[in-house]
């Protein structure tokens, strides 16, 4: 996740940001957050909470970030003592990683009986939190009532992120790696290219029912979808995520719906129109079972014939809409890819369009694309799915300008 292109591809320039951290093991973690900030242009001024500072110390920091932090109410350093006022003003986003329970629980009451709870109480920026946590702690009635107080408030929620804890646990709690909460900061702050302009995209397969148990499906795994709304999500833009069933988790900052039928996804797209740009990277069924059959169907020596109706064709659909948002296909071929990609292009009315072969790419890490619009053919050697996402949403900005 940490790659060079990763860091690149965010640009935070002349973004004033104020990087909270509070005390949990994940404080380490703040170092690099700081780190990969200032690499993307950012001016970052870091303040910590007396617990933070039992993990990291103020010095770490200042290193990192060049300027002195402040760590208490009482130290008068701005010389009339309203370093609790003044640092957040003129700061474009106060960004809190790590977010302990305990200090979003101050948050939530408004509490200010220390620099950095007064600051987030006195600011005049958007705040975003990172949780980093125990999972019981996480899913404390407590800490749930604090975070929907918080999301009521206004306040972005980053994370938390799933997996092994410093505790020896595993599950949700942990904090989002910082090359993940980096990646969902220009959303948050208005920057980017895509600032500005919401992008719905479809991601994975559909589950046609036959049964309550069976059903019909495909190899999708939705790696292109999710990369693709991450790399809407670096290049500034609000994104909604209508995904099919995955084991994917979220790209930080991502609004996620998840849906299983073709017609589920077909009514979560256009309840979340109007957008920008429509990107339908979904391997949407073809064909669903007639009726499905409301019990368990047994089996039978005689086989089984199934009636199968086609699906609505979301992006056709979307495309056709008087308002259409820019809309961006998907074309999986097993051969002849320019030949039947352009075709689906032109029947679509679609200004962009992108093709790969369904084999080389189904489930994989990698993909091969080429790139189909008004201008012609334009060719992506294999790389990484990041990598080729962030490349179709460079080409897309270029076309939408
Ligand atoms: O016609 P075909 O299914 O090959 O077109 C693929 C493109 O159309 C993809 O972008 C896919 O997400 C979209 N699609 C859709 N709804 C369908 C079928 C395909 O949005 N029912």
């Known amino acids: 996740m940490e790659s060079a292109q990763g860091i690149e591809a965010v640009s ?7 990087l ?25 001024r870091v303040v910590m909470t007396a617990a933070a500072q039992q993990f990291v110390t103020p010095l770490t920091f200042q290193a990192l970030s060049g300027k002195p932090v402040p760590t208490s109410l009482w130290e008068a350093a701005s010389g009339d003592g309203m370093e609790h006022i003044h640092l957040s003003r003129g700061a474009d986003l106060l960004l809190v990683a790590p977010a302990s329970a305990d200090f979003l629980a101050r948050l939530t009451h408004g509490r200010a009986d220390d620099l950095l709870s007064a600051l987030c109480l006195a600011r005049a920026c958007p705040l975003a939190v990172a949780p980093a946590m125990n999972r019981e702690m996480w899913a404390a009635a407590p800490t749930r009532r604090n975070l929907e107080q918080l999301r009521a408030d206004g306040v972005s929620l980053l994370g938390p992120a799933t997996g092994e804890q410093a505790c020896g646990e595993t599950g949700l709690g942990r904090m989002l790696e910082p090359a993940d909460l980096l990646a969902a900061l220009p959303a948050l702050l208005d920057a980017g290219p895509l600032a500005g302009k919401r992008v719905v995209i479809t991601a994975g397969p559909t589950y ?12 999708s795994s939705g790696k292109m979808g999710y990369a693709v709304a991450q790399a809407a999500t670096e290049a500034g ?57 409301a019990q368990k169907l047994k089996k039978s020596a005689a086989g089984l014939t199934l009636q199968l109706v086609a699906t609505p064709d979301i992006l056709a659909e979307v495309a056709a809409l008087p308002d259409a948002p820019f809309c961006v296909g998907f074309a999986a071929e097993t051969g002849q890819l320019a030949e039947h990609a352009e075709a689906k292009r032109r029947k679509k009315k679609l200004p962009l369009l992108v093709g790969n072969l369904a084999q080389d790419t189904l489930g994989q890490d990698t993909a091969e694309l080429v790139l189909f619009d008004d201008r012609g053919e334009h060719r992506l050697p294999r790389a990484d799915k990041l990598v080729q996402a962030r490349h179709l949403i460079s080409h897309l900005v270029n076309l939408l300008n």
């Open 237 to 293: 833009a609000t994104v909604c995520l209508v995904s099919g069933p995955t084991c994917l988790a979220s790209p930080a900052g991502v609004t996620r719906i998840d849906v299983q039928s073709a017609a589920d996804m077909r009514r979560a797209v256009l309840a979340a129109l109007p957008a920008d740009v429509f990107i339908a990277v979904a391997a949407v069924a073809d064909y669903r079972v007639d009726a499905a059959a």
């Open 12 to 18: 935070l320039a002349n973004k004033k940001i104020i």
């Open 208 to 219: 046609e029912p036959i049964d309550p148990v069976r059903g019909l499906t495909n190899l």
């Open 20 to 44: 909270g951290v509070t005390g949990g093991i994940a404080a380490y973690k703040a170092a690099e957050l700081c780190r990969l900030l200032i690499r993307a242009g950012a001016d970052v």
